[in-house]
């Protein structure tokens, strides 16, 4: 390959890894900014991807900094030394000289011991963050849990009239009708005397799900109806 070609690619290399240089960094410092690790991305990518590409895109635009180093040697140490013999010695130390405190000054930051400050600015912005959205979607959840207990009520066949006595079993144990999703397994335990671990154990969910959950929430969880639940009461009744 002729030198002119070779100097042609390196530097045509060099300016692409330069102009992605300038855009990663333009990204990480003004679309995606210290903190926005977890709420923020780009492509789907997040400022922590972002800065691995700006970091490896550094790497390849060092090697061709140094490959075209490589193929200008000759030129650089002609115009170090000068036209002036006499000179050329005081120029190429001032030249080693500035390369040496260059590349000192460049590697202090590498070499400093990295040091604990406490809880990081930048963190806790993106912790706030991510808090919020977590009340948001909290939020969200509560008011569908509460629509449908209303669904839930709604379900209730309304059979008796307004201000009828609500009807009960021998066994203490209201109508089936007055179990509802508002309800939790601890108050159907203690409305009818079913235990809440028996209904647990009939609707084949874990002995870990929370008795003070309300029914309503655990069909949507575990996908069984209300009317399984007040078949379990009364066929426990009726095994009585």
Do not use: C
């Amino acid at each position: 390959m002729k030198r002119n070609t070779l100097n042609y690619i390196i530097d045509a290399i060099g300016f692409v890894a330069m102009a992605f240089l300038i855009s990663t960094g333009a990204i990480m410092r003004f679309v995606l900014p210290a903190g926005s690790g977890y709420t923020l991305a780009v492509w789907g990518m997040d400022r922590h991807v972002w800065g691995s590409i700006h970091f490896w895109l550094g790497v390849m635009f060092l090697v061709v900094v140094i490959v075209h180093i490589v193929l200008h040697w000759g030129w650089i140490v002609s115009v170090t030394r000068g036209s002036l013999e006499s000179r050329a010695g005081s120029r190429i130390w001032l030249a080693v000289i500035a390369t040496v405190v260059v590349l000192a000054l460049a590697a202090i930051p590498l070499l400093a011991p990295v040091e604990e400050t406490g809880e990081a600015p930048h963190r806790g912005r993106s912790e706030r963050a991510q808090a919020e959205v977590s009340e948001i979607e909290r939020t969200h959840t509560e008011a569908a849990d509460v629509e449908g207990d209303r669904a839930e009520a709604a379900d209730i066949e309304p059979d008796r009239t307004e201000g009828a006595d609500v009807e009960h079993d021998t066994h203490g144990a209201s109508n089936e009708h007055d179990i509802h999703g508002s309800m939790t397994l601890r108050d159907i335990e203690e409305l009818t005397g079913v235990p809440a671990t028996h209904i647990l154990q009939e609707l084949r969910l874990s002995s870990g799900v929370s008795v003070d959950e309300r029914l309503g929430r655990l069909r949507r969880a575990h996908g069984f109806e209300i009317d399984e639940v007040r078949a379990i009461v009364e066929s426990y009744h009726e095994s009585k």
